[in-house]
Every structure is written in structure tokens, then in C-alpha cells.
């Protein structure tokens, strides 16, 4: 039978209506942050409002989401990563690690860990948790990976990111900054960069080129960095327990404040309601191709 204009004008209409409907709740992200001496992972909503996520955890510090929406956290204290499910499921994922500290997923889905105890970085394949190392030399707090499967890791030690190719070669992508600890890319490959000590943010283009973004409200304990679908940064400082949030023009706001030495953040967005929408047209539209 041949499919009727108007029933697939009508299928396709309301699929879109559903989805507009529900745009809101595709887009709100939700805020992952680790708690260094609170020993918990506090989950923030769009608004701010804050729900313990996972306690009693041995010194949290990296924050990473997979492509299955799982939740990886660094356990520093131990040299563990565990993995979180969205509901805050905690199970076992891998030991053995040298103070482990950031966690970056590429596009591939593996995962990368920077040990900053021995100044490695392992590389967990998508299909298991069997880490191998991926690269030596940078004692390295936080990681990020850009859409190419390039790893950027900085060294706190003496102010460079190096940037790591798929197949470990490295070489400086910047230099001259001051004890970075977190960085974060935004949607549009913008590398944002927090140095520790100064209470600055630079933010790089593709070419390695910089500028200072924005000034913290405190001049030292910059940590983790993370970016939201709507390009608004949220950075961490461990010392005076405050999430400061950006917007694309730098302009900064206290997000969250209280927090036990908050160490690094991640970001994502709930799309299941969106997905099954969407799901659903293609249902649609196949029964009346049919």
C-alpha cells in the first residue's frame, strides 16, 4: 500500500509536537561533582538544587559519562574506578591505578585515566576493563578528549597541555600556564583551561592559540572543569567549596556553594524521553511506508 500524504503529514506533525513538548527536559543537564574530603558525588539539576548521588566513596575526584549514560568516578584514595549506573548503582570497574585523578571517554569509548602519582596515563578499550598504559611523563589532573580522538593532558608541574594522538604520540599543544588542573572543550572544539593558581580561565582554539575567558572569584584552587549543551562552563574550586558557572560571553555567577573540596565535574543530559520520540516517528512512518 502506498503511503497516504496526509496520514504521514499527521504522523510526522504530532511526532514534532511531542518532541518540542519535551525539549526542555531534553536540554536540562544535569551536574556531576565530585567531593574530594566529603567523600560523595552531589548531583545539581539545571537549577541548582542538589541530591547526594553516591557516598561514603575513598576520596572522588575524576567524573566521566560513557555513551549508556553510566557515571565513572576515580577513587583516589585506593586507585580504583568505579562505575555508576543512573541511579547510583555503584559497581567494580578497575583497580591498581597510581592515584588516579581525571577521566576523559573518547569517541570510541575508551576510557583514559591520568595516574598522578606515577605520571602515566592508562587507556581502558570500550570492550573491558583491562587498562594498558597509553602515555608517561605528565603529571596530569584533568583530561579531555576532542571529537578527533585526541587527548589533552595537562601537567600541573610545568604549566603545558600536551596533546596525544589515538596512538599515544604527544606533542605541546600550549604552554605558560599556571598549574592547570581542569580543562573542558565546549560543542563548538573550544578548549577551556583552568590554571590553579592566578583564579583564571583560558580558552583555546583548535590552532592552540589563547585568551584569558574569565577570572574566578578566588585567586587560587581551581580544579574541574565542565561544559553544558548550552555552552555555559562550570568550574570547580576546592578551596572555598563554590561552583562558579559561566556563560558563553564570561560572565560568572556562584552556581553552588558549601561543597567539601569539590574536585572535578561532568555533565550530561537526559535524552531518553527524546530518543523514544523519536523512536516512535520512525514506527510510525514505517507502518504507513508498509
Given at each position: 500500500?502506498?503511503?497516504?500524504?496526509?496520514?504521514?503529514?499527521?504522523?510526522?506533525?504530532?511526532?514534532?509536537?511531542?518532541?518540542?513538548?519535551t525539549s526542555g527536559l531534553a536540554h536540562a543537564d544535569n551536574i556531576y561533582v565530585s567531593c574530594y574530603y566529603g567523600r560523595t558525588i552531589i548531583k545539581f539539576d539545571s537549577s541548582g538544587n542538589r541530591t547526594i548521588f553516591a557516598g561514603g566513596l575513598n576520596g572522588p575526584t575524576g567524573l566521566a559519562f560513557d555513551s549508556s549514560g553510566n557515571l565513572y568516578a576515580a577513587l583516589n584514595w585506593?586507585?580504583?574506578?568505579?562505575?555508576?549506573?543512573?541511579?547510583?548503582?555503584?559497581?567494580?570497574?578497575?583497580?591498581?591505578?597510581?592515584?588516579p585523578m581525571g577521566l576523559a571517554f573518547d569517541s570510541s569509548g575508551n576510557l583514559y585515566a591520568a595516574n598522578y602519582d606515577d605520571g602515566t596515563i592508562e587507556k581502558f578499550e570500550s570492550f573491558g576493563g583491562n587498562g594498558t598504559i597509553f602515555a608517561s611523563g605528565s603529571f596530569s589532573m584533568g583530561l579531555a578528549c576532542d571529537s578527533s580522538?585526541?587527548?589533552?593532558?595537562?601537567?600541573?608541574?610545568?604549566?603545558?597541555?600536551?596533546k596525544f594522538d589515538s596512538s599515544g604520540n604527544g606533542s605541546i599543544f600550549a604552554s605558560g600556564l599556571n598549574s592547570t588542573a581542569g580543562l573542558a572543550f565546549d560543542s563548538s572544539?573550544?578548549?577551556?583551561?583552568?590554571?590553579?593558581?592566578?583564579?583564571?580561565?583560558?580558552?583555546?582554539?583548535?590552532?592552540?592559540?589563547?585568551?584569558?575567558f574569565a577570572s574566578?572569584?578566588?585567586?587560587?584552587?581551581?580544579?574541574?572543569?565542565?561544559?553544558?549543551?548550552?555552552?555555559?562552563?562550570?568550574?570547580?574550586?576546592?578551596?572555598d567549596g563554590t561552583i562558579t558557572?559561566?556563560?558563553s560571553s564570561g560572565?560568572?555567577?556562584?552556581?553552588?556553594?558549601?561543597?567539601?573540596?569539590?574536585?572535578f565535574i561532568a555533565?550530561?543530559?537526559?535524552?531518553?524521553?527524546?530518543?523514544?520520540?523519536?523512536?516512535?516517528?520512525?514506527?510510525?512512518?514505517?507502518?504507513?511506508?508498509?
Open positions: 500500500m502506498k503511503t497516504n500524504n496526509n496520514q504521514l503529514r499527521t504522523a510526522l506533525f504530532a511526532v514534532t509536537v511531542l518532541v518540542l513538548l585506593h586507585g580504583d574506578i568505579d562505575k555508576f549506573d543512573l541511579s547510583g548503582n555503584d559497581s567494580f570497574f578497575a583497580s591498581g591505578l597510581h592515584g580522538g585526541n587527548l589533552y593532558a595537562p601537567d600541573i608541574a610545568d604549566g603545558t597541555i600536551t572544539g573550544y578548549l577551556y583551561v583552568g590554571n590553579y593558581y592566578g583564579g583564571t580561565i583560558t580558552k583555546f582554539d583548535s590552532s592552540g592559540n589563547g585568551t584569558v574566578v572569584l578566588k585567586d587560587y584552587g581551581t580544579m574541574g572543569l565542565a561544559c553544558d549543551s548550552s555552552g555555559n562552563l562550570y568550574v570547580a574550586n576546592e578551596v558557572k559561566f556563560d560572565n560568572g555567577s556562584i552556581f553552588a556553594s558549601g561543597l567539601n573540596a569539590p574536585t555533565t550530561q543530559v537526559p535524552e531518553p524521553a527524546t530518543l523514544l520520540l523519536f523512536g516512535l516517528g520512525a514506527v510510525i512512518i514505517r507502518k504507513f511506508r508498509a
